[in-house]
């Protein structure tokens, strides 16, 4: 028998089972493109949600909203002088999100702690920027913990511990001694803070 | 970024009982200069104890801040008291912030190997290096705020999968839909002109051409099959010649053909299961079954 009447008694077996195939594919194809269908149309209301808080428009969301859907709020507490909340949002971040997303939020929390800090300082109102800074350097070193390679991070953390030095609280032989002169406590500030010598 | 690196072996001296179990320390550590805040220092360390030593866990350092500069990230150990080859590799993050280059040391370790209840410590040594300063002492700036590298600008949920998975089930399913909707007879194919005798009809004709009188034998079966295909696609079912005459109720417009529908049967029946071509062509030969074809075709036509 000739290779050709055997692949026409093939594809004449498969006959029989050609509708089936294809119904079969239509409804495995339908629920697909139902399951990305409902996928597109939730994230493009959640992409407006953040526009929205990113012009900066308040908008509750929900508990279990997406891991970026919670950045944004985060963010948009932040520029608003609301920090204790957007670090509950932010701690949210760190059960579900992927790490780049969670480290970016700690980042952008730090820095808005230390701009804070700033504006206490230049009010001279060191003692409350302080716990501030310390919050600022403990954010970014957690992000630098995930990401290593994130520069922006590192440079502020620079800045951070620079307004505040470390005191070797322990193991003096650990480290070079590090003994902060007030004299350079403010070397990164224009000026001294009035009232101070 | 090019790690230099540097092999350092120390040989500890069988000065001590406890310390003749280990056998030698060696530790690949990298370039000792260079670094930023933020970096991090890979270690390897190869220890090699007597055969049977144990290495006590306790006596690892925890991850975690180790001194308030430097942090162990990773640590990770390698080794049994069968082979008495332990490696260990670990992982510092140094956050020394310095405003000159510097040089700072990573405390050495100190592990302890067990066999019973005798005890061998392994020492390594404190490792220096130099920190350098990230940006300079004293930056021009006019608003302590411009100090600050700016925020990470939140994203937005990436849809690429979404729509890509749209695009693809999409096609897929309008596919399976018309393959179906052509394979039923759905719209838009309901108008579709169903003629296998037409078909059948090609076929034959070159299967046999114009050979009038006798034909080699598998010329002679492809044409009776594709006729067979044909009346099968006709009937919806597969035919044998005891249905001709319910096929030919069914489909009245082929009943003047009855008789060559008998013969067509008999002379497949000879050819199929007797495996007589030459008989077969006797009852029906090449030239009639190629007007019986044609003949099947113009009815076919006719009734549409």
Request: aromatic fraction near 10%; glycine fraction near 6%.
């Amino acid at each position: 028998m000739p290779v050709r009447d055997k692949a026409m008694t093939l594809l004449s077996f498969m006959r029989p089972a050609r509708p089936i195939l294809l119904a079969t594919l239509l409804a495995v194809s339908l629920g697909a493109l139902i399951f990305f269908g409902q996928a597109l149309i939730s994230h493009n209301a959640d992409n407006q949600l953040i526009d929205t808080l990113l012009s900066g428009h308040d908008i509750t969301i929900a508990d279990h909203a997406m891991p970026e859907v919670l950045f944004a709020r985060a963010q948009f507490l932040m520029t608003h002088n609301k920090l204790d909340e957007a670090q509950s949002l932010v701690d949210k971040l760190d059960h579900g999100a992927d790490t780049p997303l969670l480290t970016a939020a700690q980042y952008n929390l730090a820095n808005a702690r230390l701009r804070k800090a700033f504006d206490f300082i230049e009010n001279t109102r060191i003692d409350q920027a302080e716990p501030l800074v310390n919050l600022a350097r403990a954010g970014y070193r957690r992000s630098l913990g995930i990401d290593p390679e994130f520069w922006d991070a590192r440079y502020n953390l620079d800045v951070a511990m620079r307004l505040i030095r470390d005191f070797p609280g322990y193991e003096k032989t650990l480290g070079d001694e590090m003994v902060a002169k007030p004299k350079e406590l403010w070397t990164d500030l224009p000026g001294k803070p009035k009232g101070l010598p | 970024m090019p790690v230099l690196r540097l092999l350092l072996v120390a040989f500890i001296l069988c000065g001590a009982t406890a310390k003749a179990q280990i056998l030698s320390i060696e530790r690949q550590a990298p370039r000792p200069f260079g670094y930023f805040l933020g970096d991090l220092l890979n270690f390897d360390i190869t220890i090699t104890a007597e055969k049977g030593w144990d290495l006590q866990r306790a006596s690892l350092p925890r991850p975690g801040p180790i001194t308030y500069w430097l942090d162990l990230r990773r640590l990770s150990v390698e080794g049994s008291p069968a082979s008495g080859k332990w490696r260990l590799h670990l992982t510092y993050q140094n956050f020394y912030d310095t405003l000159d280059t510097r040089q700072l040391t990573v405390p050495g370790l100190t592990l302890t190997f067990h066999s019973g209840a005798a005890l061998a410590q392994a020492q390594v040594p404190p490792w220096g290096f130099n920190v350098s300063p990230l940006r300079e002492v004293q930056p021009a700036f006019n608003d302590p705020q411009d100090l600050l590298r700016p925020d990470t600008p939140p994203p937005h949920i990436d849809q690429r999968n979404d729509r890509l998975g749209v695009i693809i089930s999409g096609v897929l399913a309008l596919l399976s839909l018309t393959g179906l909707a052509f394979e039923r007879g759905w719209w838009p194919f309901h108008h579709r002109p169903s003629r296998p005798f037409s078909q059948a009809a090609r076929l034959v004709h070159r299967h046999i051409g114009h050979d009038d009188n006798s034909i080699p034998g598998d010329r002679f079966r492809n044409a009776l099959l594709a006729m067979h295909r044909a009346i099968d696609m006709k009937a919806g079912r597969r035919l044998f010649s005891e249905d001709i005459a319910s096929f030919l109720v069914q489909h009245p417009a082929y009943k003047k053909e009855a008789e060559s529908f008998a013969r067509f049967f008999a002379s497949s029946h000879r050819a199929f299961f007797a495996s007589d071509e030459r008989g077969a062509q006797t009852i029906l030969p090449p030239d009639s079954l190629l007007a019986f074809s044609r003949q099947l075709a113009t009815i076919e036509r006719a009734a549409e």
